[in-house]
Nanobody, 127 residues
Framework: QVQLVQSGGGLVQAGGSLKLSCAVS????????MGWFRQSPGKEREFVIG????????HSADSVKGRFTISRENAKKTVYLQMNDLKPEDTAVYYC????????????????????WGQGTQVTVSS
């Protein structure tokens, strides 16, 4: 059984930084494309950033481009979301997600294509 356990998050002032982690247990992490999504109150969950199973490809939403980066450490079976220059509109519950895929360089953008999800982590950015 594959489980994703998130850590990090919290309260930060605008312009600050946070780093989220998502540790994966079970299965073969190196086969998984990973992604981060977020959901604000009253809004649908949206794609933030993703990384291919090889780690060679990433893709981010326009709203976070240049501020957020995703990385993975296969030895630790962990994916990270580094968030810099945070803005109040980044306030949301952040979720990591994973999918076993044969595609080594593809980034999965659609929520319904992911198989496993983390428990969610609150990120609050004050102005």
């Amino acid at each position: 059984q594959v489980q994703l356990v998130q850590s990090g998050g919290g309260l930060v002032q605008a312009g600050g930084s946070l780093k989220l982690s998502c540790a994966v247990s079970g299965g073969s992490f190196s086969r998984y494309a990973m992604g981060w999504f977020r959901q604000s109150p009253g809004k649908e969950r949206e794609f933030v950033i993703g990384i291919s199973r090889s780690g060679s490809s990433t893709h981010s939403a326009d709203s976070v481009k240049g501020r957020f980066t995703i990385s993975r450490e296969n030895a630790k079976k962990t994916v990270y979301l580094q968030m810099n220059d945070l803005k109040p509109e980044d306030t949301a519950v952040y979720y990591c997600a994973g999918k076993d895929t044969i595609l080594t360089v593809g980034v999965i953008l659609r929520e319904n294509e992911y198989s496993w999800w983390g428990q969610g982590t609150q990120v609050t950015v004050s102005s």
